[in-house]
C-alpha cells in the first residue's frame, strides 16, 4: 500500500496510547522458566536475521523476545493490514523475501495456489495437542499436503460503547440503524468482515456462500446504513474513534480490539449477535523459498507450543483466543484472568463450545463471487 509509512506511524501510536501490556507482565515473565521448545545459542555467533510478514503485533517484543535469545536471531517484521494487503504485499516481492508468512487462514489456498508457501511436514508439528477443530482446519490442507499451522482465533460480530447502549440493544445488527446513533457507527475498513457480518443478518446460513440474488440484496441492504457510518477506519483510527466514543457501534470486529481497550478502561464490548458471528482465524506458514527454513520452521513450533501459545493469547497488540488445548493448561496458571475474560477455561461453556453450538460461521473467501466483486462493492460504498 501507498500509506504503509503512514499506517505504520498510526499503529505504533495506538499501541503506546492503548496497550497496557504491564497488566500481565509478571504472568507472562514467568514463561521464562518453562520453555519447551527453547534451544542453546552459539554464544559467539552473530544472530540471523528471520523475516516476518504478519498483522502487527506478531514481530513485537511480548511476543518473540524469547524465541530470538534463544536461537541466536532477530526478527523482522513487515506488517500488513487485511489479506488483500498481505497478497499484494507477496506479489510485489521476490521468493524468498519472506521467511513467515502469517495469514489469514482463508487466504493460505490462494498463497498455495499461487506458489507463495512451501508444503509443510504435519510431523514437525504439535497436532495431536491441538483442539480438534484446528487440527486439520479448511484451506490449509490440499489431501495430505500441509500448507499452514493454526495459531489463534477469535469471533466478530458487534462492537459497542457499554455505557450508551445496552447489551440487549447490541444483540442484533439491527442497532446499526438505529437513529440514535446516526454519525456515531463506524467501519474497520475491510469488506469481508463487514460484508460477512451483514450477510449473517441477511439470514444467509453461510454468509459467503450467496447467489447473485442474495449478493444484491446483502449490497442493498448495506446501503442502507451508509447515511449512519461516520467514517472507516484503519487499525489505529478503530482504535481512537471506539477510545473518544466518536464512534458508538461498529460490526465486523471484536475482542481482538475491544479486549484491548477493556484493558485500557474503555467502556466498549464485543457480542455475538443473535443472528450469529464470524471467526477470524490465523495461520503461520513458510514463505517460498524462505532463506532461513530452519529458522522458520522452528518459529512455527515455538508458537504452536504451549509457551508461545500463551504468550499469543497476550498478545500485547491484540489477544485472542488459542488453538493448543494444553496450551489452555498453561494459561490457566500463567494468567488465569485472561484465561477467564477470553472464555479459555476447561470444563466450563467456552469458546470452543461456541464454535460447535454454531453460533458462529468461518470468514471465508467468497465462493459465488470472486474478492474483486465484494471489493469493488465496498469501494462503491465508500464513496457513496
Not at 213 to 220: I, M, P, V
Request: net charge neutral; charged share 25%.
Amino acid at each position: 500500500m501507498n500509506n504503509d509509512k503512514k499506517t505504520k506511524s498510526t499503529i505504533m501510536k495506538s499501541r503506546r496510547d492503548f496497550i497496557k501490556a504491564a497488566s500481565a507482565a509478571s504472568g507472562i515473565a514467568a514463561l521464562g522458566g518453562v520453555a519447551p521448545m527453547l534451544m542453546s545459542k552459539k554464544a559467539n555467533a552473530a544472530p540471523r536475521e528471520m523475516t516476518l510478514l504478519a498483522w502487527y503485533g506478531h514481530g513485537e517484543k511480548d511476543i518473540v523476545e524469547a524465541f530470538e535469545q534463544a536461537n541466536n536471531c532477530k526478527v523482522k517484521a513487515k506488517y500488513y493490514t487485511g489479506g488483500d494487503n498481505m497478497l499484494a504485499l507477496i506479489a510485489q516481492s521476490p521468493p524468498g523475501t519472506y521467511d513467515v508468512v502469517l495469514s489469514d487462514a482463508e487466504y493460505v489456498l490462494q498463497l498455495k495456489e499461487a506458489g507463495f508457501v512451501e508444503k509443510l511436514n504435519p510431523s514437525d508439528y504439535p497436532f495431536d495437542d491441538y483442539w480438534p477443530e484446528f487440527q486439520r482446519f479448511g484451506g490449509h490442507w490440499s489431501g495430505k499436503e500441509l500448507y499452514s499451522v493454526a495459531l489463534r482465533f477469535g469471533f466478530l460480530g458487534v462492537s459497542y460503547n457499554s455505557e450508551n447502549i445496552s447489551e440487549k440493544e447490541a444483540m442484533s445488527y439491527s442497532l446499526l440503524w438505529d437513529e440514535k446513533l446516526k454519525g456515531r457507527v463506524g467501519h474497520f475498513d475491510w469488506h469481508l468482515p463487514n460484508l460477512g457480518c451483514m450477510s449473517m443478518y441477511m439470514g444467509n446460513p453461510n454468509p459467503y456462500d450467496i447467489n447473485q440474488k442474495k449478493f444484491e440484496a446483502l449490497t442493498s441492504k448495506t446501503m442502507e446504513i451508509r447515511s449512519q457510518v461516520n467514517g472507516f477506519y484503519d487499525y489505529g483510527g478503530t482504535f481512537s474513534s471506539l477510545k473518544n466514543g466518536q464512534i458508538q457501534a461498529m460490526c465486523g470486529i471484536g475482542d481482538w480490539i475491544t479486549g484491548v481497550l477493556q484493558k485500557d478502561g474503555s467502556p466498549v464490548r464485543t457480542v455475538i449477535p443473535e443472528e450469529g458471528g464470524l471467526q477470524w482465524t490465523e495461520s503461520l506458514c513458510i514463505g517460498k523459498n524462505a532463506k532461513n527454513h530452519d529458522l522458520a520452521r522452528k518459529f512455527i513450533q515455538y508458537m504452536s507450543s504451549p509457551e508461545g501459545q500463551v504468550r499469543s493469547a497476550n498478545m500485547a497488540a491484540y489477544p485472542a483466543a488459542i488453538v493448543n488445548k494444553k496450551a489452555w493448561e498453561l494459561l490457566a496458571k500463567v494468567t488465569p484472568e485472561e484465561a477467564k475474560r477470553q472464555r479459555m477455561e476447561l470444563g466450563k461453556d467456552n469458546v470452543i463450545s461456541d464454535i460447535r453450538n454454531g453460533r458462529v460461521k468461518y470468514r471465508t473467501l467468497p465462493v459465488q463471487q470472486s474478492l474483486e466483486t465484494w471489493n469493488d462493492f465496498w469501494l462503491e460504498y465508500k464513496n457513496s
